[in-house]
């Protein structure tokens, strides 16, 4: 069988009726596709949402984390000769031509590797998810939000708030809530990172991307995302956030990261 496109949902012990949003979102569409449900949960509780020839669940107690669940995903997905494989967070869910839309732009440009969609909260405003590349100074001020007008100025430059929030642009950083792949690129450029358990995979596997190829911001599209901010509530979050932004930086540099002004610099003079 043939697939051109793709999709993962990883779960853990997430709500039903969160996750059937989810699922039916990405079945919506009038494409042939495809959805992998990698469940890390301790039981196979979650194995009633994978009925249908185009759902495929896969238990995974060994829980070994985001990344590298979706990692079993994406090489069954080339496996199946699939083109584009979407990465789709548990709580995101959407109406309308999301993933048409999304596959189309990709198709016209061999250049782009990576693309997400404007990704938008319950009540509708946006949020800022592409960024530029992390520096341990960035990641510490996002965390304290301090001295106020340090903070205001940081992160309208860092997230690319001043943006036009409907513009299409090359992103170096983009989440991993809803993510479409080009399985081409992915082939060059590797998957996801097994050595990040959760948080930071994304950001490593954008910046591998963007030396390759496109990251395209995409905001002509929008999708929900019912974000909660766990590493700032949860401890035991918090410390997993912590060990991998330990293994980002001593992947590509804590102080000195030769490459990380150049790209940053080069993705803001898509503004001028």
Known sequence: MNLAVSGCIVMYKNDVEMLKKAITSFLSTGLKVKLYLVDNSPTDDLKVLGIGDNIKYIHNPSNPGFGAAHNIAIKEALCEKAKYHFVINPDVYFKGEIIDSMVNYMHEDTKIGMMMPQVLNEDGSVQNLPKLLPSVYSVLMRKLKRPALVYENFINKYELR?????????????????????????????????NFFMYFEDWDLSRRMHQKYKTIYFPKVSVYHEYNSGANKSSRLFKIFMNSAITYFNKWGWLIDSDRKCINEKALSQFK
């Open 162 to 194: 001043f943006v036009p929030k409907d513009k299409i642009y090359n992103a170096p950083i983009l989440s991993g809530c809803f993510t479409l792949l080009n399985l081409e690129a992915i082939k060059e450029v590797g998957m996801y990172d097994d």
